[in-house]
């Protein structure tokens, strides 16, 4: 009966080390290196604003197969799979049909708010074999705006925007035929209609704010580079 009692004891002690010294995140998976949500929230629960301005982009991922690199910083996420992705849960900001790489900023960071998330989520579109169908307009782009360079370049860029019970997807996309593919660069901010909730239990994501965070996402796109073959 001592040993069964000294193995249970033994058990319990060993447990509580795993749980103090190697918390899982729940809610995001493993961290880090492309095999989950990496971000420094407290697994999302964070009461406190982030400081958008401050945040470094210190981390970098590299893809020679998809031919491309971007750098993003710790307060972000980088997802390169459909089962990440769908961590998300109703969040439209990265598509699982043709991303190879979403750089995410998760609701958490800005909490209370009618904010639901944005990326720079980077695709490339399959079977586009030419410039030409490359760049066409595609559902949901309204406008055509004046192209943009990135990593020298030259990208079509597009307003975009869908929205669906009372949520809203908004931003840009960039689109460039290089190295015999289609590569699509996103930049949005997902939000819901504020007039939805009752008055005083939610704060509003103000234009101040989008400002900001969109500033951080054309750094995040800034980065993005070219690998050579």
């Known amino acids: 009966m001592k040993v069964f009692w000294t193995i249970i004891i033994l058990a319990i002690i060993a447990a509580l080390v795993v749980l103090i010294f190697y918390p899982f995140d729940f809610e995001n998976g493993l961290n880090g290196d492309g095999n989950g949500v990496s971000n420094g929230t407290d697994?999302?629960?964070?009461?406190?604003?982030?400081?958008?301005?401050?945040?470094?982009?210190?981390?970098?991922?590299?893809?020679?197969?998809?031919?491309?690199?971007?750098?993003?910083?710790?307060?972000?996420?980088?997802?390169?799979?459909?089962?990440?992705?769908?961590?998300?849960?109703?969040?439209?900001?990265c598509d699982t049909e043709t991303s190879v790489g979403c750089v995410v900023f998760l609701d958490s960071l800005l909490p209370g708010r009618n904010f639901h998330g944005a990326s720079v989520d980077v695709g490339i579109l399959a079977d586009i074999e030419t410039e030409a169908s490359c760049i066409e307009m595609r559902s949901g782009e309204?406008?055509?705006?004046?192209a943009r360079t990135i990593d020298d370049v030259e990208f079509s860029a597009f307003e975009y925007g869908t929205a669906a019970t009372s949520r809203q997807v908004?931003?840009?996309?960039?689109?460039?035929?290089?190295?015999?593919?289609?590569?699509q660069i996103s930049r949005l901010v997902e939000t819901t209609s504020f007039d939805v909730y009752e008055p005083g239990t939610i704060r509003e994501f103000t234009d101040g704010e989008r400002g900001e965070l969109e500033d951080l996402?054309?750094?995040v796109i800034n980065s993005f580079e070219f690998l050579e073959e």
Do not use: M, W
């Not at 908004?170 to 590569?183: D, I, P, Q, S, V």
């Open 43 to 93: 697994n999302g629960t964070s009461t406190e604003d982030v400081d958008i301005d401050a945040i470094v982009l210190d981390q970098s991922h590299s893809s020679p197969v998809n031919g491309f690199s971007i750098k993003y910083g710790d307060e972000l996420g980088f997802l390169v799979t459909d089962e990440q992705i769908n961590l998300l849960g109703y969040s439209a900001v």
């Open 142 to 146: 309204q406008d055509e705006l004046s």
């Open 170 to 183: 908004t931003g840009l996309r960039y689109r460039a035929f290089e190295n015999g593919r289609c590569y």
């Open 217 to 219: 996402l054309d750094r």
